[in-house]
C-alpha cells in the first residue's frame, strides 16, 4: 500500500470515528430529553431510560465499541439486565471477544447480595460499565464484591451519569449536571 492510501484510511477512520461520536452524543440527549418528558426524575425515569439504552442495540453497541477499542483492561464488568445485553452483544460478535466479561446479577442498586453469574476473574484491574450512574450504589457493590478475587474495580464508564458529585474514575457519554 502505497503511503497515501494509509493517509485516505486514517482520514476515513477519523471522520467515521467523529460521525460516531456525534450520532452517540445526539442519541443519548434523544433519550434524556423523553425521559425528561414523560418523567421529571427518580426511579420511573432512570429505569424509563434504561430501557431505552438497551432497547437501542446500535447505540448500545456503537458505544460500548467505541468505550473499549482503546481500554487498557482486559476484564469488564457489567450487571442485571444491561449486562445481559453486552454479554448477547458479544456472544455474537459486536462486541470484542478478546475482552473477558465478568456477569454480575441485577438489583444491586437495590442492596441485592451481589452473585457472580459468568466469567472467571482474574487479579488485576477491571473496568466497570453500566447504563447510568446516580449515587453509585451498583458501581460500589460490584467494586466491593470484586475484590474478593483480586480484582480491582477502579473506573467506570456508563451512558448517562446523572450524580451530582464529579469523580475522576466515572466517564459518561452525558452528564447531566
Known sequence: MSCLTHINEAIETLLCNKLCEKYLKWSIRRKVEKC???HTGGELYFTELDGMIKKDKLFLFLSLNKTIKYTKYNQIVVSGEFGKCVKAGQDASFVRKDIKLLLLNGGLRKK??????????MKGKALFVDDS???????????????????DVDEAFVFYDGSKKRFSWLHSLYRYY
Open 36 to 38: 425528561l418528558r414523560l
Open 133 to 151: 450512574f446516580f449515587s453509585g450504589t451498583t458501581y460500589y457493590a460490584a467494586k466491593a464484591f470484586m475484590k474478593q478475587f483480586g480484582c
Open 112 to 121: 441485592e447480595e451481589p452473585i457472580l453469574l459468568e466469567g472467571i476473574p
